[in-house]
């Protein structure tokens, strides 16, 4: 099977192409190789590869800064969306897309369903809630739609990176404990989506590490796991404050916890707890 990945240097991107089963023939392409924002450059790039399979983890991710870049972010996440989505129904590919939390507004408090009403408040989710409409419009039954949460990975910059940093040079830090959620290493997710493509999984499902955490719990235990693996030298006090107290300009899910037993009893992959699976990225940053 020939699989075109798209946004191959996003923290997705990496941990699927270095857990690419044997069998697969990957072709991987990235910024500026490809551009999302050009309709020609994304058509190219699918017509030079003319792949059985797109997985589509490029994404404009910069949350905050959507809201000041509104068009460009349903550019990259809608519009060419739309156009993967139409190249892949005429020319018979199916097609992967990766999508978030973020489309729902974390109002509820129970884990959502991927059939639940998505209901985004910020202008990330509303694009990525854009993007996956209109795979289902486009593709129904040909797509394969998969959301996940709060990712991380050795490589790229993200909150586990960010927080060993500011562990390292601060002397206490704060930090949200309002917004809870499932910390996700990209490595455990890349594994899911392989498993979905060799198994022509298709329909929309969510994938996310097990557990729960609010950002507080996952900075305490990023301090813990990092000074056990000799990434950090000091412990420093982390204290717990609400969200009012560190106002972002793009709202977030207060309640961003993804149910994802439908796709485990699919696959019959059991998701790992999170704070297991930080610990196996942390021992990757110290090698
Ligand atoms: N990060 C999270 O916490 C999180 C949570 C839930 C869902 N997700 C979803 O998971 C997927 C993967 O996320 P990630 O964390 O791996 O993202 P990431 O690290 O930000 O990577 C995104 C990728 O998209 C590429 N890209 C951005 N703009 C592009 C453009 N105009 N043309 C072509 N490529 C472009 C980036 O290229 P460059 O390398 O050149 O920037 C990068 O390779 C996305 O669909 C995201 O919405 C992420």
């Not at 978030?100 to 694009?127: A, I, L, N």
Request: glycine share 6%; proline share 5%; hydrophobic share 40%.
């Amino acid at each position: 099977m020939k699989i075109l990945l798209l946004g191959a240097n996003g923290q997705l991107g990496w941990e699927l192409a270095r857990t690419c089963p044997k069998d697969v023939m990957l072709e991987v392409c990235d910024y500026p190789k490809v551009d999302f924002a050009s309709a020609a450059s994304l058509k190219n790039c699918i017509q030079k590869a003319s792949p059985d399979c797109i997985i589509n983890a490029a994404a404009y991710t910069a949350v905050d800064k959507a809201e000041q870049e509104k068009a460009l972010a349903y550019k990259i996440n809608h519009t060419a969306v739309v156009l993967l989505a139409k190249i892949a129904r005429e020319k018979g590919i199916k097609l992967v897309q990766i999508s978030t939390d973020f489309v729902f507004s974390g109002q509820q408090h129970k884990p959502y369903q991927p059939g639940d009403r998505p209901d985004p408040e910020s202008v990330y989710g509303k694009s990525k809630l854009a993007g996956e409409q209109a795979v289902q419009t486009i593709l129904g039954d040909q797509a394969l739609i998969v959301r996940t949460a709060w990712l991380y990975s050795a490589h790229g910059n993200n909150f586990v990176k960010t927080m060993l940093g500011l562990m390292a040079q601060k002397e206490r830090l704060n930090v949200i404990d309002e917004q809870v959620g499932t910390p996700t290493w990209a490595f455990g997710l890349a594994q899911a989506v392989w498993t979905c493509v060799q198994k022509d999984i298709r329909g929309i499902y969510h994938w996310t590490d097990a557990g729960v955490a609010s950002w507080y719990d996952f900075s305490v235990a990023i301090q813990e796991e990092g000074l056990a693996a000799g990434l950090l030298k000091k412990c420093i006090p982390i204290l717990p404050i609400p969200g009012s107290l560190y106002p972002t300009p793009a709202k977030r899910p207060c309640y961003g916890v993804l149910d994802k037993r439908s796709l485990w009893e699919k696959t019959g992959i059991v998701p790992v707890h999170w704070r297991v699976q930080l610990r196996y990225m942390l021992k990757e940053l110290v090698k």
